[in-house]
């Protein structure tokens, strides 16, 4: 990235010289979005590395934010996020692990499911959490395992290591639904 920005700075730095500054000006404008553009790359990919809110806030206001800035981002689509049980701390490794659910069963439906709508409902009792990501989408048929998706097996490797459950319901043309129930303990 930072290669093509130098690049692009040449390349300015030689419109001007051969066509004067009203197209260097141009230039400069286009390499202004590529900037910001980067810039808000870089940003995202920290963010999903590890949300610094999950630390401060917790799962609940670190998922509303997560959903509120991935709808700005996937213009049409609407994302809704409902918490139905407690708001409270749950142990960091499981938030982190429930946060990490979210975003890849939220990131496979944008990713391949062209949905209009995705649901994200979250329950946490005093013995359990549960989560479920609804989506609006094309659905595939769950009983055939695509070569090379190692989302969902990642995701099952993740509920598998909290000793919970996690089904998908999905079949072509009706959209898809993850369920995911992890054992909890006051």
Not at 31 to 36: D, N, S
Not at 64 to 85: A, I, M, P, S, W
Not at 106 to 131: F, G, R, Y
Not at 161 to 182: K, N, R, W, Y
Request: net charge negative; proline share 4%.
């Amino acid at each position: 990235m930072l290669a093509n920005v130098m690049m692009r700075s040449d390349l300015i730095e030689r419109v001007q010289r051969e066509r004067g500054p009203d197209e260097a000006l141009v230039e400069i404008r286009s390499l202004k979005v590529m900037v910001r553009n980067a810039l808000y790359e870089v940003r995202r990919i920290i963010y999903d590395l590890r949300p610094m809110a999950l630390d401060d806030l917790g799962l609940v206001p670190t998922l509303r934010k997560y959903l509120q800035t991935t709808e700005d981002y996937n213009n049409g689509v609407n994302l809704n996020f409902v918490n139905l049980g407690q708001v409270k701390r749950l142990p960091s490794d499981m938030e982190v692990a429930l946060f990490r659910l979210v975003q890849e069963a939220v990131q496979n439906s944008l990713k391949h499911a062209d949905p209009k709508q995705i649901q994200v409902k979250l329950s946490i009792s005093k013995e359990m959490v549960t989560v479920v990501v609804k989506d609006d989408g094309k659905g595939f048929d769950s009983s055939i395992q695509k070569e090379g998706s190692f989302g969902l097996v990642g995701m099952r490797e993740r509920v598998e290591l909290l000793e919970g459950e996690m089904t998908i319901d999905s079949q072509p043309g009706a959209g898809t639904l993850v369920f995911i129930q992890i054992p909890y303990h006051l």
